[in-house]
């Protein structure tokens, strides 16, 4: 994930395939040293979760 780092892309995803199902996760690390400091970047996270959405085979509820 480096080139997208480089790039100051904030909202790296992880996809698994290969697996029966659909599995992305964030690419960050745990960040233990701003647990509770209410430091927060959740652009990953919600890009995880979009792109799981467009790969499920059924339609997904819009919040």
């Known amino acids: 994930m480096r080139p997208v780092k480089v790039l100051g892309i904030e ?9 029966p199902v ?5 690419d960050h690390r ?6 509770g400091n209410g430091i927060v ?5 919600i890009e995880a979760l979009r792109q799981a959405a467009e790969m ?6 819009q919040a």
């Open 41 to 45: 970047e959740v652009g990953s996270m």
């Open 56 to 61: 499920s085979p059924s339609p997904v509820l």
């Open 11 to 19: 909202a790296g995803v992880n996809i698994t395939v290969g697996l």
């Open 22 to 26: 659909i599995r992305t996760s964030v």
């Open 30 to 35: 745990t960040a233990f040293d701003i647990a």
